[in-house]
């Protein structure tokens, strides 16, 4: 998979860089918006990573061209621009998905992903990591062999980390796709807190190997460890 | 073209103004008394010709030829003298011309008699000679030997204005000294009422954010310019105050971005001089990381409350069951209302509607919740209650069994930065802008927000939103 970067801000381009490259995929980095144009429209990517604020071609620029030239690359904006009405007007340009900085790298990570699959069939029912096995749409799971008796939102939040196994999952996504909380604020950090506990409890506690780990200013992550 | 351009100073302003009314009165008034002279003076002068018309009448006589004619021997008489200084005319009533005196010359005075001239009595009237001349004329008919004829006398209008003269020409000459005088005394009054402004404003040049607080001079209370000077005085303060808010919230914003800021910078350099395990390095990044995330969450609230005060925020109002929402935020936070083993109520009437914006309510309630969890020991119990205040408000109080704000405090809890508890950690009770926001979303859906609390008896947060069913008709228990 070939990514482009577009983005001028050299540290923030390595680190993206680094990231994603670590994530398996390819990638290109541009600096400014003439040169992420050019990239663009003579290479095939599978996906372009576009900053808004660039120099010599605004973002927005860059986008409405690529779009004009009807290459249908999908586009990821990632912008501190963070008003409603930026994120409607780089949709409506034609951007497929929009980020604010500053981000999870997880949640970007994610949202690359959820793009590249797109038009690909739905997820099976049946998720399994080691002996924990769930099927999501019977609302059964079950750790080796034994049923877990889990409270509804338990349920959804080992879900939603299992489809993601060896991912790490940050507290925003969690906010936003179990918790559907459009606005984030303190309170709903603390009440994930306490899930995640809940759900340790059950899941790992009588268990030898430990499958939920917290990855400390990050998130939360479902794995077997190697060890 | 020339154009008459309007003078920028009120002094001069007022003073051409004044000026020009008075001379205007001033015309007005000269005129006036013209008119009232001159009526004066010509009936005095009809006066006269009745007399000259009298003694004219006893000098005539026929001559030999049958004309009529003066007599002689009077030409030296003084009466007739002064009779020959006026115009005189004598005709027949067919209109022939019977007798002209030396000044009237070749001019007639009125062409032929109209009817009823002169016959009761003197007939008295301007009229305009041949040649152009106005004049009063007086006439009155006679019966000389059998004859009937019309004497006319006629006296010209400029005998009347050359004593008049006199008069005006002082009126004219006075007027520009007494235009004079009215200016001066008017530029010096509006001057002096007009000091004050100028005092003011010298004041004001010197109001600057450093010197916010001084104040206009006031000269009195009562005056037009003492009331424009408390007006300017009053919102002198209230731009004081908010600077003084301002201040104090950059001073506190910058020192919750600094804390985070430099617990970054510590960890970072005391982790790079010494050689760690990876695991180390790792802990080291992660709580790096969760300084980090303090920091976005306080500069995400900062951007909400800013754009607040910029009035960029738009509201998607609804009307939305009130009860129902609070169930809702009560169940997001359930599970920490479980942890303590607080006990949650909720009273009231379930169909009363708030008509706000659902989510922003939703958040302040919320905050309000999440504090009172917080702050209630373990065992403890909050309990909500919605009812109606008057027919179109409903209130939502949440009363917990905390420790309580003592009244010092809890007049200040709504502002940015003021935590409830400053002696907690700041990573346990965030950055104290929880209420503010809250604060914030219920303002800005035309509520109020409010706290009555003492201390060891619990807090009591009490929000008013405009409200759907609460008619006047229904009885508050």
């Given at each position: 998979m070939r990514l482009l970067i577009v983005e001028d801000e050299e540290k923030m381009a390595r680190a993206l860089r680094t990231g994603l490259e670590a994530e398996q995929f390819s990638v290109d980095v541009a600096g400014t918006g003439e040169e992420g144009f050019f990239l663009a429209s003579t290479e095939?990517?599978?996906?372009?990573?576009?900053?808004?604020?660039?120099?010599?071609?605004?973002?927005?620029?860059?986008?409405?061209?690529?779009?004009?030239?009807?290459?249908?690359?999908?586009?990821?904006?990632?912008?501190?621009?963070?008003?409603?009405?930026?994120?409607?007007r780089g949709l409506d340009a034609g951007a497929d998905d929009y980020l604010v900085k500053p981000f999870a790298f997880?949640?970007?990570?994610?949202?690359?992903?959820?793009?590249?699959?797109?038009?690909?069939?739905?997820?099976?029912?049946?998720?399994?990591?080691?002996?924990?096995?769930?099927?999501?749409?019977?609302?059964?799971?079950?750790?080796?062999?034994?049923?877990?008796?889990?409270?509804?939102?338990?349920?959804?939040?080992?879900?939603?980390?299992?489809?993601?196994?060896?991912?790490?999952?940050?507290?925003?996504?969690?906010?936003?796709?179990?918790?559907?909380?459009?606005?984030?604020?303190?309170?709903?950090?603390?009440?994930?807190?306490?899930?995640?506990?809940?759900?340790?409890?059950?899941?790992?506690?009588?268990?030898?190997?430990?499958?939920?780990?917290?990855?400390?200013?990050?998130?939360f992550v479902l794995r077997e460890e190697s060890s | 073209m020339w154009q008459l351009r309007r003078p920028k100073r009120i002094r001069t302003r007022l003073t051409l103004y004044y000026v020009g009314m008075l001379a205007g009165v001033l015309a007005l008034y000269f005129a006036g008394v013209s008119l009232l002279l001159f009526w004066q003076a010509s009936n005095v002068l009809k006066r006269l010709?009745?007399?000259?018309?009298?003694?004219?009448?006893?000098?005539?006589?026929?001559?030999?030829?049958?004309?009529?004619?003066?007599?002689?021997?009077?030409?030296?008489?003084?009466?007739w003298k002064q009779v020959q200084e006026r115009l005189l005319e004598i005709l027949a009533l067919d209109g022939t011309i019977l007798y002209r005196n030396e000044?009237?010359?070749?001019?007639?005075?009125?062409?032929?008699?109209?009817r009823g001239e002169g016959v009761h009595g003197y007939s008295g009237r301007t009229a305009k000679m041949s040649d152009g001349t106005k004049i009063i004329l007086i006439s009155r008919q006679y019966d000389l030997g059998g004859q009937t004829i019309l004497i006319r006398v006629g006296y010209s209008q400029d005998l009347i204005w050359n004593e008049l003269r006199g008069t005006l020409l002082v009126l004219i000459l006075a007027s520009p000294l007494i235009l004079a005088g009215a200016a001066y005394a008017v530029y010096a009054t509006v001057g002096r009422a007009l000091e004050p402004v100028s005092k003011m404003a010298h004041r004001a040049q010197f109001i600057d954010s450093e010197r916010l607080n001084e104040r206009l001079p006031v000269e009195s209370e009562e005056g037009e310019l003492g009331y424009l000077a408390g007006v300017f005085n009053a919102m002198l303060s209230r731009i004081e105050q908010s600077f003084e808010q301002l201040k104090r919230f950059t001073a506190d914003a910058s020192h919750e971005l600094r804390t985070p800021l430099a617990a970054i910078r510590s960890i970072g350099e005391v982790a790079l001089q010494e050689n760690a395990t990876p695991d180390e390095y790792r802990d080291t990044i992660g709580s790096m990381l969760e300084?980090?995330?303090?920091?976005?969450?306080?500069?995400?609230?900062?951007?909400?409350?800013?754009?607040?005060?910029?009035?960029?925020?738009?509201?998607?109002?609804?009307?939305?069951?009130?009860?129902?929402?609070?169930r809702e935020s009560a169940a997001l936070l359930q599970i920490l209302i479980d942890d303590k083993q607080l006990t949650f109520t909720l009273a009231g009437d379930e169909s009363i509607g708030a008509q706000a914006d659902r989510l922003y309510i939703r958040q302040a309630v919320v905050n309000i919740l999440h504090n009172a969890v917080k702050f209630t020991p373990a065992g403890g119990s909050i309990s909500a209650r919605i009812q109606c205040v008057g027919a179109s408000r409903v209130e939502l109080s949440i009363a917990d069994t905390g420790p309580g704000i003592p009244p010092e405090r809890s007049a200040r809890v709504f502002e940015r930065f003021v935590r409830l508890?400053?002696?907690?950690?700041?990573?346990?009770?965030?950055?104290?802008?929880?209420?503010?926001?809250?604060?914030?979303?219920?303002?800005?859906?035309?509520?109020?927000?409010?706290?009555?609390?003492?201390?060891?008896?619990?807090?009591?947060?009490?929000?008013?939103?405009?409200?759907?069913?609460?008619?006047?008709?229904r009885l508050e228990s």
């Open positions: 095939s990517y599978d996906l372009v990573i576009l900053d808004l604020m660039l120099p010599s071609r605004d973002g927005m620029e860059v986008l409405t061209a690529l779009r004009r030239k009807n290459l249908s690359v999908p586009v990821l904006i990632l912008t501190s621009k963070d008003t409603v009405e930026d994120r409607v997880s949640e970007l990570t994610a949202r690359i992903r959820a793009l590249l699959r797109r038009g690909k069939p739905e997820p099976t029912d049946i998720l399994k990591l080691a002996d924990l096995e769930m099927d999501a749409a019977g609302r059964v799971v079950s750790r080796g062999g034994k049923e877990l008796s889990l409270t509804a939102r338990e349920f959804d939040l080992l879900e939603y980390l299992l489809r993601q196994p060896g991912r790490v999952v940050s507290r925003e996504m969690l906010a936003r796709d179990v918790w559907r909380e459009t606005a984030r604020y303190t309170p709903i950090d603390n009440v994930i807190d306490v899930h995640i506990a809940h759900l340790r409890r059950k899941l790992d506690e009588p268990f030898a190997r430990k499958l939920l780990h917290t990855v400390r200013g990050v998130g | 010709a009745a007399e000259d018309l009298e003694t004219v009448k006893g000098l005539l006589y026929y001559d030999d030829d049958g004309h009529v004619d003066v007599r002689e021997d009077y030409h030296h008489h003084s009466d000044r009237l010359g070749d001019r007639t005075i009125g062409g032929a008699p109209f300084e980090v995330n303090r920091l976005t969450t306080i500069v995400e609230s900062l951007l909400t409350l800013s754009r607040a005060d910029a009035g960029q925020i738009n509201l998607q109002v609804s009307v939305f069951p009130l009860a129902a929402l609070v508890d400053e002696a907690r950690t700041p990573a346990d009770s965030g950055a104290g802008l929880g209420l503010s926001v809250a604060k914030w979303a219920v303002q800005a859906n035309n509520g109020e927000i409010g706290v009555a609390s003492a201390v060891g008896s619990g807090s009591r947060f009490w929000i008013r939103l405009p409200a759907v069913g609460c008619s006047s008709l």
